[in-house]
């Protein structure tokens, strides 16, 4: 492995100008948080970071690490690991969805270290591109690793504007967008607030929409009492694997929302009215057919597109309470 630079920033201060630096002098760097998906990508050698960013001893930023209450909204830090999210009194009371979510991530021994900013910033899975540099070159090295072509779709050329298929693969994006989440970054420019629905972008290679120097702080979302929603994953084992399909429902007075992860560049997040529909049957119906017109599957994983596409039905449907 080549030689990395490592930093420990201590304080706002010290992150700002380490940012503004290693900016200026145009040097590739990568935030260390958990390092549950970052430590695998430094091995395999797909990151060409010159510099790791040490976040777990940055002071001064409460917000990143506590979780708390206020004005009708949880604040979660993204420094908080997912065994904190779901088990925390708050998210318990308030948003147990997040909870029962966060439980059904990798495995407890990842849980204990993984953070929630993590999760929502995950790099987009490809079976062509999370390989080792050898790997690559025996395959031809694709767009994600700075390579001049797509296995998926050998079609794609450079100014296509979804120029990589890689999948975006966050157990917690999906629910989180059905709770309205918004995220606040920060970086050298200063901070901002983005709702997470307009987060993520089309392209597997950019993803979404955070800036190079920018990081999390923390997501801020409204606590919605009494209203159902569920989340749903397909996957080979019942632990460590990234969601092969994942489905959202959210349920509410008036209005239902769905969000499909695991298929796509980006989750899909769809909102109906009830009054629009004469019952649920109709509304899930429609919400089904719209969702599989909407997402094209390819052969990038472990179970046949057909069947994923079958599942993304089975999952609205029981997340609806219709089906089993």
Known sequence: ??????????N???????????????????????????????????????HIVFLRELNGITEMKSIHQMNG?????????????????IILAKLKCGATTAQKVASPQIRN????????LVDNRCVFYNQSSLNQNVHGVC?????????LVPSAKPGDETLCRARSVSDLVPVLMILNATLHVMGPKGARKIFM??????????????????????LEIPVTLGDRISYQKLRIR????????GVAVGEFEDTVSICV???DTHPHFWNYNKKDFSSLELLTEKAIAIATKNISILKQDFFPPNYRKKMIAVYIKRGMGLGK
Do not use: W
């Not at 492995?1 to 201590?10: A, D, Q, T, V, W």
């Not at 949880?74 to 904190?84: K, N, P, Y």
């Open 1 to 10: 492995m080549k030689n990395i630079n490592f930093h420990r920033p201590k």
């Open 12 to 50: 706002k201060e010290e992150i700002m100008t380490l940012l503004r630096e290693l900016t200026q002098k145009k040097e590739a760097f990568v935030f260390y948080a958990g390092g549950t998906d970052v430590s695998p990508g430094l091995k395999l050698q797909r990151n060409p970071s010159e």
């Open 73 to 89: 909204a949880v604040s979660i830090g993204a420094m908080c690991t997912l065994e904190q999210v779901a088990t925390h009194p």
């Open 113 to 120: 270290k993984a953070t929630i900013g993590g999760n929502v």
């Open 143 to 151: 767009f994600k690793a700075s390579g001049g072509l797509c296995h």
């Open 197 to 218: 629905r307009e987060f993520y972008l089309e392209d597997g290679i950019s993803r979404n929409s955070l800036a190079d120097d920018e990081f999390l702080t923390h």
């Open 238 to 245: 019942e632990a460590i694997d990234f969601p092969s399909v």
């Open 261 to 263: 992860s695991g298929v």
